[in-house]
């Protein structure tokens, strides 16, 4: 057994916490020598309580490792411990109380490439969604890691940008790998655990509550090297993320959104105390000083007509519905119409409730 197995037995040990555990690497340099000596012997002296080191001294047998090796292997689960190299290169700097374990179901490379955080208000507007879609696929394209919390908003619509380019994108959750959280975010879960990757610092079937998500926001903001704030009001639980990466050392990005909105009240306290500013997912990657990846040449079919091109700049950057579309181009209901149909076909146009339509970034 080597030393990262060993420690993953312990970590699941029911009533080993992180300080505990952290009081057990200070006494045990080689976890290897609980094979060899008695956990009450080796704990001697230390702070980690004797009935503890009793507990893992009855529990820590061959056959407990590898029954913990076996579980997650079944389940397509890699633990990756704080000693592994794969473990994310920026999350042992900074952040409170980095995890012992995290557990990783995907593709466990994305961890070891730039990543930046997306992250925003579980009610965003239309712009606001447009927005997360567009830097998270932009970003992915571009080769970084687009770390969010699967939560309802602006998480979910950053990782389905990621994943509409990608597949680039990193859920941090803050319950167990088995359990989904919203209930209607389970597809999605799936999904990024098959293209992207889907971490925990909870085992297996853990269940969420109040305390673990701004546990998890630590998480987000330590694995990235950036976290991109993209509609938050001005108590929004997206500024403890943001005060996370601050806190951390990382770069902190606000998209600037309506001055009259409330969603981007916490955006402009963040500039005004010295946040980024984040126009376009070009900012982030110069930030970073990553290249823009080349463009194909756009498909004729996929090229604007006059009429299409006139459309999208009456439309803007918020949602509008058809009536104020006739407004501001003094075209008629046939010919806007026709015009919206044929944006939609090309997917530069998006069709929202209520007969509303936004155009999509590119």
Known sequence: ???????????????????????????????????????????????????????????????????????????????????????????????????????????????????????????????????????????????????????????????????????????????????????????????????GLVVSEYSWDAKPSKLTFPWRNRLIAGISRGVIVVEAASESGSLHTAKCATNANRDVFAVPGLVTSPKSAGCYRLLRAGALMAASPDDILAEFGIAKPARGAAKEDDALAPDEAELLEAMGAEAATLDEMIVRTNRSFGHLHTVLLSLLVKNRIRALPGSRYIARMK
């Open 1 to 195: 057994m080597n030393e990262n197995e060993i420690m993953l037995a312990i970590h699941e040990m029911e009533g080993i916490g992180w300080d505990t555990m952290s009081h057990i690497v200070d006494a045990v340099p080689d976890f290897r020598s609980f094979l060899d000596r008695p956990a009450t012997e080796l704990l001697a002296g230390s702070n980690v309580p004797r009935s503890k080191a009793a507990k893992i001294e009855t529990l820590l047998t061959n056959e407990y490792i590898l029954g913990k090796l076996r579980f997650y292997e079944s389940r397509g689960v890699v633990p990756i411990t704080y000693f592994d190299p794969t473990y994310p290169p920026l999350l042992r700097h900074g952040i409170e109380k980095p995890p012992w374990v995290l557990y990783a179901q995907g593709d466990v490379s994305l961890l070891q490439r730039n990543c930046c955080g997306i992250v925003g208000t579980r009610h965003p507007t239309a712009y606001g969604r447009e927005v997360a879609e567009w830097f998270g696929a932009e970003l992915a394209l571009a080769g970084v890691s687009v770390v969010s919390g699967l939560a309802r908003g602006i998480d979910s619509y950053a990782h389905t940008g990621a994943m509409r380019s990608t597949g680039a994108t990193i859920a941090v959750l803050g319950n167990g790998l088995n359990v989904c959280y919203p209930p209607e975010h389970e597809a999605l879960q799936r999904a990024i655990a098959k293209r």
